[in-house]
């Protein structure tokens, strides 16, 4: 099985898709630019949702649910925004189907027009907003810590399973504040907590920073990120958390009576990660054999494979030792399927990145073994059947923090610092990664930039230290590095 | 604030909206038919969902995800399918928005017109059918057992909220099967799953059935149904399960190999409830007060208020409550708001249904006691506080059970029989409710009945007893009564 996946040194985009393909996450559908997200891609899914809301509600967040359709007046409300959506907005303009008269089929009743066209959401902030008007009057009503799990759509015309649909999964926060002050702390407080997810469920390393005018969401006063680096050397944008400042308040008339009596407009974030991640778990740690999946996130963290086949010791081994991982919170799976070999079930389950395997044969069982394979290095060890549930609980951490540490090894090699024109643009085409280096500030050397290398300002790193330089390009002073990358 | 509900003898309709917005349930949007679903609202469908998750993945279901848009053509291929939801699709035909050219606003691209319209998704049996053809080759890949949790959008003209609206949230799941008794078995065990739902989880009692040809899914050669009893004496069909024999798999062409090594059309079928639910559990239960919500539903189980605010002595008796409380996994909420007083907590929890009530005051505390009240009956008791969270723990599961004993009396005292048309009619006008009557079988007299009488057959009860009669309509010959009732 795993054979049928091109090797990434042959054809780094073909071996994306036979990964995310193969191993089971999802499919194309025959719908252009939607995907089907078959079972074990949601398993990993949901295990991030899971997570992530959790981590929503410990912050104080409730979860909520608006509509799906935007009428198309609301879009507009906001200049920047309804620029940056307009070109890539599903619209509902009829609500009926109708026998065609001349027999030839179903076709759209034309008396059905709708008076208003609706846009299938690209995202909520306009029909959010509009609702908040009558949920905030005073101080009191705020803040308001809202977060939406929910479908959108974005016209794409160029589209990648997980990295880039027309619809897609997500949630998305929608807060409202008092004070600028405060927004901002939630805006950076959402940050951190998508690059603790990031980095300790998904075993990801993430840069923290902040976006350019240039790459601000649409309506944004500021939008943060946190960028990862891809095993082709490209950035991926992995989740954003945007200070909206009053614009969207403004734009739909909310305004809070404070605590001095007089009206004010709210402020406001919204924030949002999606199964965009799924592309970023898979390009972070999977190899040309399938799948790797950190354990904190894999649906199954452990596979039982009897060898050659179930029997009665083995089956008895088994349920003995599921009983002792089951007690230690830890997901694990007896593959006593008997119409497969144990090579195919190896196979399936490297491909599919169960973290770990075990198999269980009568010969070691009789010297009181079992042998335990851990997918990410491959290496096998024997161990003794009693005790063997506390080592897998410790093999399991371990696994999870050497694919960070790995990752953050492979990012760590690909970042680079360029002074000079020729240097940048050697580093790109020769290695891809990170580059740190000078940048005059404007958006016209920004886009020049982009034109000639593709590359663009992935973000202006939080803890970036104060540096004096010159631009890599105009040579206009300096006085810091922006990371630089191409980018997914 | 319980004041403003408009008594149920008054105006029930009212009573009903008041109770779903005022109690923070969900409110009417800006667009057409579709609704908000409040933080409130929105956790109890959470604690629906989090425990109907768990009994599909208990009986072997996993989880995936389907386009949200289907191709027009899609739909017409069951040609029942397209006659039950043609006249109900929001259909998109466009994918860009632009300037108006005389500077007047946003307007559709005309240029940006779809080849195919999509419609957006009523029920996703054709776009899952079309994408199961890629799945299935052999009885190996049988059954396939997949539920998908999604929005869904049938553009209903008169909207109630969560009972009728235009988009709503739900679950179904879409099986497939090598033979007709096995896909038979699914319906019906999904359909007792749901029953053991209603009944153990949202305390709502019901009937299990199967529907009238007339009354049938769109697509299917059988529709199961769980029907409840409303407060005002209405029906509320509250869950489906389809056996859709081999209609889809031809009309998608989804063949398997079989055992015989014979290909044969595989066998389906669907299923699912939704946040219609949500408006059976409000009519199942609450009051003119406000919501009343099952113990095991319920976001707070438990609400702490101190009398008449917040004391060191007082939070130290309730931290140490709460602990307690947390321990035997109860959902405890500490009410220390200090600017609002002790009535109008006690009026905001009644509205919103929190279960269970407990007033911590200094003159109690100093005799080791604390004030417990439950939602349901009102009933107060003083309570060594020492002791109380067993104490609790008891009164939840006994809330829980006298809720259903109450709901499945109110439909029992409410469940007739009818032997003369006279009599049928003057139960449905003098009392409503559910009413066992004989019929003759045919779609002509069902929906006569319906024309004159506005009640509908809910279904034909799995536990009928034979029983010889004459219809009350035609007076035709029937060998079984059926289930009449005015329904939602």
């Known amino acids: 099985m795993a054979k049928e996946i091109t090797p990434r040194s042959e054809d780094y985009s073909q071996w994306y898709n036979d990964i995310v393909r193969k191993s089971g996450l999802a499919d194309h559908s025959a719908v252009r630019g939607c995907m089907v997200i078959k079972p074990h891609g949601f398993a990993i899914w949901e295990s991030m949702q899971r997570q992530l809301d959790q981590m929503f509600k410990d912050t104080g967040h409730v979860n909520a649910y608006f509509p799906l359709f935007i009428p198309k007046s609301f879009l507009s409300r906001e200049a920047q925004h309804v620029e940056g959506f307009a070109k890539e907005c599903a619209v509902v303009t009829h609500h009926r189907l109708m026998n065609a008269p001349d027999g030839s089929g179903v076709v759209v009743d034309p ?13 909520s902030e306009t029909i959010i907003w509009n609702t908040y008007k009558d949920w905030i009057q005073s101080y ?39 004070t600028r002050e405060e927004a901002i702390e939630e805006t950076r407080m959402i940050l951190d907590l998508y690059a603790t997810f990031a980095e300790e469920w998904m075993a990801m390393p993430v840069i923290k920073g902040v976006k350019t005018p240039n790459e601000r969401f649409a309506g944004a006063e500021d939008t943060y990120t946190i960028e990862a680096l891809m095993q082709d050397g490209k950035a991926l944008q992995s989740g954003t958390s945007h200070f909206l400042g009053q614009n969207f308040a403004r734009a739909f008339d909310v305004t809070f009576l404070n605590k001095e009596n007089q009206q004010e407009h709210v402020w406001a974030t919204s924030w949002g990660v999606s199964t965009r991640l799924m592309g970023g778990l898979v390009m972070t740690h999977s190899d040309d054999d399938g799948l790797v999946i950190p354990p904190r996130l894999a649906p199954w963290q452990v596979v039982i494979v009897p060898i050659p086949k179930p029997a009665p010791e083995i089956n008895d081994a088994a349920q003995k030792l ?28 490297e491909l599919r990145g169960t973290p770990v395997r075990i198999a269980i044969g009568l010969r070691d069982l009789e010297q009181g073994q079992v042998e335990i394979a851990r997918r990410d290095t491959r290496e096998k060890t024997m161990v003794p059947a009693d005790g063997a549930a506390g080592y897998i609980q410790k093999l399991l951490e371990d696994i999870q923090a050497r694919l960070l540490e790995s990752a953050r090894k492979y990012r760590d090699d690909m970042t680079f610092h360029a002074d000079t024109w020729e240097e940048f643009e050697r580093i790109l085409d020769d290695k891809g990664g990170f580059v740190y280096a000078h940048w005059d500030g404007t958006t016209e050397t920004e886009l020049a930039i982009k034109e000639k290398t593709k590359a663009t300002i992935r973000c202006i790193p939080l803890d970036n230290p104060p540096e004096q330089g010159k631009c890599i390009l105009t040579g206009r002073p300096s006085s810091q590095r922006v990371l630089f990358a191409r980018a997914y």
Chains 1, 2 share one sequence.
């Open 140 to 178: 009191r009503d705020l803040p308001l810590l809202i977060n939406q799990w929910a479908n959108v759509v974005r016209w794409e015309m160029r589209t990648r399973l997980f990295l880039r649909t027309a619809e897609f999964l997500w949630q998305e926060g929608h807060t409202a504040h008092a």
């Open 322 to 349: 599921i009983r002792e991982l089951r007690d230690r919170q830890i997901r694990v799976h007896y593959d006593n399927d008997e119409t497969k070999r144990p090579g195919f079930k190896f196979a399936e389950h």
């Open 111 to 123: 008396d059905s027009r709708l008076e208003e066209e609706l846009i299938v959401r690209p995202t």
